[in-house]
């Protein structure tokens, strides 16, 4: 069985930063890509970053330049580093991975509970 536990959220002034993490526990042989996604009331779920298990990145173009994904593999967790915040960034924020539970095995979704991000103005 595997569990992704997220933490890090919490209340923020606008332009504060957060960091969120996410750490992944259980049967696991490897991790592809690791993602955060984020879900404000009323609005339906949005990708906003993701990363390989090589590194590389990507962003929805709301939150380019502001948040950075990172992860450490030694670890199996993935990090959210969210800068300038803006009432906007308000929502509940999952993570999310592609993981190998043995060798061999399809790769299985997986996802956090969410943790709460909340930006006043």
């Known amino acids: 069985q595997v569990q992704l536990v997220e933490s890090g959220g919490g209340l923020v002034q606008a332009g504060g930063s957060l960091r969120l993490s996410c750490a992944a526990s259980g049967t696991i042989f490897s991790i592809n890509a690791m993602r955060w996604y984020r879900q404000a009331p009323g609005k339906q779920r949005e990708l906003v970053a993701a990363?390989?298990?090589?590194?590389?990145?990507d962003y929805t173009d709301s939150v380019k330049g502001r948040f950075t994904i990172s992860r450490d593999n030694a670890k199996n967790t993935v990090y959210l580093q969210m800068n300038s915040l803006k009432p906007e960034d308000t929502a509940v924020y999952y993570c999310?991975?592609?993981?190998?539970?043995?060798?061999?095995?399809?790769?299985?979704?997986?996802w956090g509970q969410g943790t709460q991000v909340t930006v006043s103005s």
């Open positions: 990363i390989t298990n090589g590194g590389s990145t």
């Open positions: 999310n991975a592609d993981i190998f539970p043995f060798l061999g095995s399809s790769t299985n979704d997986y």
